[in-house]
Antibody, heavy 120, light 113 residues
Framework: EVQLVESGGGLVKPGGSLRLSCGVSGITLSIAWMNWFRQAPGKGLEWVGRIKGKPDGETTDYAAPVKGRFTISRDDSKDTLYLQMNSLKTEDTAVYYC???????????WGQGTLVTVSS | DIVMTQSPDSLPVSLGERATINCKSS????????????LAWFQQKPGQPPKLLIY???TRESGVPDRFSGSGSGTDFTLTISSLQAEDVAVYYCHQYYSTPYTFGQGTKLDIK
């Protein structure tokens, strides 16, 4: 059974940093394509970024609002995906979800999410 | 970026009646090399993550009741619930995975009339 468990959310001041983690089980993280999505309170779903699997070069791409501020990485030995968030803005306040993308680019497994609040 | 637009924003439906949600993409999400539409539908209930219902525009995810069906191709898609059950009250999102940035419709809130 595939399980994704996010952690690391919390309250941070504007301009601050936070690192989210996503513990992965039931899939081989090193070859998996993994995504981060977010959902602002009462709003819709937004893609944040993706990291490809090792065989595909582990390349990353990001949504325009976070490019240059957020970085996706992973530690395959710990079966953990990360989202490093720097220079946080109030508009980054959201529940952040990690998701696993299958070979057909479908994000069919999602974690429960972790809330990030950016406020002074 | 591919913009996804859903209609309606809100949909009240009586129990046992049909619910229909529409989704339009700003460009085709049909990949010609495999003739597949890179379009999915998600259901989200309060406090829960999105749940995949339909992918390839019309393929039901394992375990999803057969009252849920998807149709359409190219830029126009529909999610139909043939007979609304109380547990179907949720927000529904269409989603294109044709290209990054992956995008979603704004959501349709489905509730009981």
């Amino acid at each position: 059974e595939v399980q994704l468990v996010e952690s690391g959310g919390g309250l941070v001041k504007p301009g601050g940093s936070l690192r989210l983690s996503c513990g992965v089980s039931g899939i081989t993280l090193s070859i998996a394509w993994m995504n981060w999505f977010r959902q602002a309170p009462g709003k819709g779903l937004e893609w944040v970024g993706r990291i490809k699997g090792k065989p595909d070069g582990e390349t990353t791409d990001y949504a325009a609002p976070v490019k240059g501020r957020f970085t996706i990485s992973r530690d395959d030995s710990k079966d953990t995906l990360y989202l490093q968030m720097n220079s946080l803005k109030t508009e980054d306040t959201a529940v952040y979800y990690c998701a696993a993308e299958d070979s057909s680019n479908i994000n069919d497994y999602w974690g429960q999410g972790t809330l990030v609040t950016v406020s002074s | 970026d591919i913009v996804m637009t859903q209609s309606p924003d809100s949909l009240p439906v009586s129990l046992g009646e049909r619910a229909t949600i529409n989704c339009k993409s700003s460009q085709s999400v049909l990949y010609n090399s495999n003739n597949k539409n890179y379009l999915a539908w998600f259901q989200q209930k309060p406090g829960q993550p999105p749940k995949l219902l339909i992918y390839w525009a019309s393929t039901r995810e394992s375990g999803v009741p057969d009252r849920f069906s998807g149709s359409g191709s190219g830029t126009d898609f529909t999610l139909t619930i043939s007979s609304l059950q109380a547990e179907d009250v949720a927000v529904y999102y269409c989603h294109q995975y044709y290209s990054t940035p992956y995008t979603f419709g704004q959501g349709t809130k489905l509730d009981i009339k």
